[in-house]
Structures are given as C-alpha cells and as structure tokens.
T-cell receptor
C-alpha cells in the first residue's frame, strides 16, 4: 500500500530558530501533498496544499512567509517553520494521495510533534 | 458554510457493538471517508463511501445516505485497541476534504 514517511517524529527547538520537516511518498509519486496542523483534542486543520514544481496554496490565515513549503520532486515536500514561537508548538502531519480521483484516500505520514521553548 | 458533525465522545464495552454517526452539510459531495486516529499518531484510512448503502470491511462497516447527509461507522466485537478517535471527512465539489472534529471512542473492559 501507499506509504508516506515523515521526519522527524518529534523536535524541540528554541524560540526564534527554524525547523524543517520532510515528507516523502515512498512507493508512489505525489504531485500534490497536503500539510495539516492539529492542536490537542482538535480536528485536523489544513495549512497548505503543496504542488510539485509550483508554489504552494495556503489556507486563509496561514502565513506563507512563516511556513515555507517546497515541493521539489514528485516524492518530497518540505515544511519549514521559520522563526518559531511557542504558539507554533503543535502536531504537524503531511499527507498525499496516489491519484487525483474522488475515491483516492489521503495517506498520512506519522506526524511531527514540534515543541518550541 | 460547510459543516460536519460528530459526537465528541462515546463509551462502549469490550466485545460490544458501537455506531458513530456523522452528519454533513457541504457544497457538493464526492465521497465520505472514515479515519482512525490513535492518540499522538497520524490518522489511518478505514473506509470510503460514495454511493448509498453499507460497505463492510471485517469488523468495521460504514453506511451512507446522501439524501440525508448522514453516515455512520459501525464497529463490531470491540477490542481495547479500538480505543481511538474516529474522524469523518467529506470531499466537496472542489475535491477538498472537509474534516469533522472526531469522535473519541473509549472502550471499557
């Protein structure tokens, strides 16, 4: 089945530093990947849609200069949280679909738990 | 606006059956998904419905009624490992996934 790998699983960083999270589709090509954020006991919140070879599409309220997304190849998308602050502490999850079809489910990476001190 | 409603929390007994409901109001409909999410982990895909009726997959079944904007996930022979959150998501007319807040299922021995 489709596997999405996300790294790192968890990271602790100091306020003001930047953190890069990688998302890879291991056995399929993903022209589109999705980045979600989830706060405790809340639902998934779509942050942005990452498109291979073009600029990401950000959801309303998500700062594109703070959450930099690069989708350099069909199997890799990265999310960089720049100048992190404690309020950026959250669970970040990437996902991808194997094909652009209504019945194609999202396959999720294992998520990255970011703690900003 | 678009909206998906699920109960916040449910409790059931090991070995029993539980039904988790989901109602939705979206702009268009291109299928409904159920995902399972254990605490601290990412969601995993359980089922997909696009036509009315029941889809059975082992101990889990999912039902859809498009006219009522309603779905349910039925879990049989509950096991302790089924304790998790269950997320309902609908793909709208733009093929965007709209997520419910999830139902936390607690299984008691």
């Amino acid at each position: 089945g489709a596997v999405v790998s996300q790294h790192p699983s968890w990271v602790i960083c100091k306020s003001g530093t930047s953190v890069k999270i990688e998302c890879r589709s291991l056995d399929f090509q993903a022209t589109t990947m999705f980045w979600y954020r989830q706060f405790p006991k809340q639902s998934l919140m779509l942050m942005a849609t990452s498109n291979e070879g073009s600029k990401a599409t950000y959801e309303q309220g998500v700062e594109k200069d703070k959450f930099l997304i690069n989708h350099a190849s069909l199997t890799l998308s990265t999310l960089t949280v720049t100048s992190a602050h404690p309020e950026d502490s959250s669970f970040y999850i990437c996902s991808a679909t194997e094909r652009q079809a209504g019945n194609s489910p999202l396959h999720f990476g294992n998520g990255t738990r970011l703690t900003v001190t | 606006g678009q909206n998906i409603d699920q109960p916040t929390e449910m409790t059931a007994t090991e070995g029993a059956i539980v039904q988790i409901n989901c109602t939705y109001q979206t702009s268009g409909f291109n299928g409904l998904f159920w995902y399972q999410q254990h605490a601290g982990e990412a969601p995993t895909f359980l089922s997909y419905n696009v036509l009315d009726g029941l889809e059975e997959k082992g101990r889990f079944s999912s039902f859809l009624s498009r006219s009522k904007g309603y779905s349910y996930l039925l879990l049989k022979e509950l096991q302790m490992k089924d304790s998790a959150s269950y997320l309902c998501a609908v793909r709208d007319e733009n093929y965007q996934l709209i997520w419910g807040a999830g139902t936390k299922l607690i299984i008691k021995p």
